[in-house]
């Protein structure tokens, strides 16, 4: 899923504005076989006169999916499991760079998750007359996921009224997506998540017959599963 942060810059300056920019791709899955093997990040200076100033900070995902999820900045120790290349960029007018990412630790038994933020930042302030401006600038988190051994999603949906409670209880992840809630003719769309190994979610649905259905995606593989309306729980297994 795309992952973008606005930030409102106070500027002091007679000139504030940054170049804008655009990351790609925005998810990245690494399979086991894969570790140590640099993946690449496509940074575009979207602007075609100014120079792009990028600052790129990877974070360590501690309870992915979870309430107490939190992300933890990280300084480059290949002890923490990734390194990204290079920290800062300076990208010119209508061109491109690539940050190199490199996964450092073997697989865990579960998902590791990373967020890599790629964010503009101004230059020095320059000039004596300056004035108050506000800045507005799109930033970018990637996410990073380092799969298992032979990683498998395995997703329930079970029923208790108009509560829908989600479980997976694989060791890999699954993005939910296009969800449906039906009655009879009147659908509802329920949202959208990635649930991750581990991981129990609730759903309020409209009435407690819903038909349900979701869409599910575990790397590049796509499968349905459907909670029919006289049903009190379903199962699927996704192996990636």
Known sequence: MKSCLLFLSLLLSS????????????????????????VDIKVVNDDAKLKAYVQVTPSKVVEPGMKQQ????MTGSQKRGVVTSPAKLIIPGSQFRKV??????PPAKTDRVFRVLVEPVTD???????????QILLAYKVLLIQLPKDPVANISMKRDGKTLTIKNTGNSNALMFNGQACVKDKCSELPVKRV?????????LPAADSMVSYQLQAVNNISDIKLAAN?????QKVEI
């Open 15 to 38: 000139s504030f504005t940054v170049a804008g920019i655009k990351v790609t791709p925005m998810t990245i899955d690494v399979r086991a076989t894969q570790t140590r093997i640099p």
């Open 70 to 73: 939190k992300e933890i900045p």
């Open 100 to 105: 190199r990412v490199l996964l450092t630790q």
């Open 124 to 134: 020095k302030l320059n000039g004596d007359d300056r004035q108050v401006g506000v």
């Open 196 to 204: 991750y190994a581990g991981n129990v979610w609730e759903v309020t």
């Open 231 to 235: 049903q009190l729980s379903v199962s």
